[in-house]
């Protein structure tokens, strides 16, 4: 199957057989561009830095309002990778989860804690670090104005990091696909 497959958008665990196809196919695609595959680490590495420099922050304000939440918004379907964590995730060389069978997308998440998310900061699903309620939002806006801006300033960063990433992984698998399609 061509390496192609790895462009899905839509991959998700639930459906378990493309799902299982796409990591396999990651798995073969990164092993065999280990090298060309580089500068898409660095920059994994350097996300992973960013989001830890910024977790300190988040928790400071998390930890004032989300224990009063009456509608927590941890829910199992927002516990899920999808295929662009996908390629952080092996880019930082890391394993994935392993995901409980059988729950339903509305329940609690299966890696939420009495104490909280059971993930490391840096290595959560990217939409959990970049979803921030309302009640969250407006208490950080309160905050000091210069931790505030900082802030601001981080996560619009990490966000360049990742599109950059994401591109550059993007790019190498376009020509290696190219590669495979040019006659010799
Ligand atoms: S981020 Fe907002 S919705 Fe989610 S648990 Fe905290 S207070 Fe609740
Ligand atoms: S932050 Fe953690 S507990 Fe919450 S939805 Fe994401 S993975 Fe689950």
Known sequence: MSPAYLLNSELSWLDRKKWDRAIHLLEIFSSEHHEELAHVKDLARTIKYSIDKIDSFIQQNTAVICPNCQKVCCINRHGFYDYEDLVYIYALGLKLPVYKEGMKDTEPCQFLSE??????????????????????????????????????????????????????????????????????
């Open 115 to 184: 104490y909280g998310c059971t993930i490391e900061r840096a290595i959560r699903p990217f939409r959990c670090n970049w979803y921030f309620c309302s009640a969250l939002l407006e208490h950080i806006e309160q905050g000091s104005a210069k931790p505030y801006r900082i802030f601001i300033k981080q996560l619009n960063e990490i966000l360049d990091l990742r599109k950059e990433m994401l591109n550059e992984f993007v790019r190498i698998l376009e020509a290696s696909l190219y590669a495979l399609s040019s006659p010799i």
